[in-house]
C-alpha cells in the first residue's frame, strides 16, 4: 500500500515538473536539411525565414533552437547540433519580445 502511493506521488510529481517545463518554451524551430519549420509556438515575424538562411550560411543540416520563459526573460537556447559559432548568428536575426515596465523598482519622486 504505502509502495503504491509513493510510486503515485512520483507520478503525479514528474507530471507536475512536465507541466511546468512546456508552460516555461515559448516557441521551438526544427532546422532539417537546411529548412527551418516552427514545432511548437509562434516564433516572431521573420525569425524562421532568417533561422534558413543562418542554416544555409554555415551549412547546418539539422538542430533545434528553443525560447525559454526565464527570470531574465526570454532566451534562447540550442541543440548540441548546432555549433558554438553560429549561435550569434541566430540571436541577430531574433527579435525578443518588449520587457514592459521598464526596471520596476521603486523611483524617486519629487
Not at 536539411?33 to 534558413?52: L, N, Q
Not at 544555409?56 to 558554438?84: C, M, N, W
Request: with cysteine; glycine share 16%.
Amino acid at each position: 500500500m504505502l509502495l503504491t502511493f509513493l510510486i503515485l506521488f512520483a507520478l503525479l510529481g514528474l507530471g507536475v515538473a512536465l507541466m511546468l517545463w512546456h508552460a516555461r518554451q515559448v516557441f521551438s524551430v526544427e532546422l532539417r536539411d537546411g529548412a527551418a519549420r516552427v514545432r511548437r509556438g509562434k516564433p516572431p515575424s521573420g525569425f524562421v525565414r532568417g533561422c534558413e538562411d543562418v542554416a544555409r550560411r554555415y551549412g547546418l543540416k539539422q538542430g533545434r533552437i528553443q525560447a525559454v520563459r526565464t527570470d531574465r526573460g526570454v532566451e534562447l537556447r540550442f541543440s548540441r547540433h548546432l555549433p558554438p559559432k553560429t549561435h550569434q548568428a541566430f540571436r541577430n536575426v531574433w527579435t525578443p519580445p518588449p520587457g514592459g515596465g521598464g526596471g520596476g523598482g521603486m523611483r524617486a519622486t519629487g
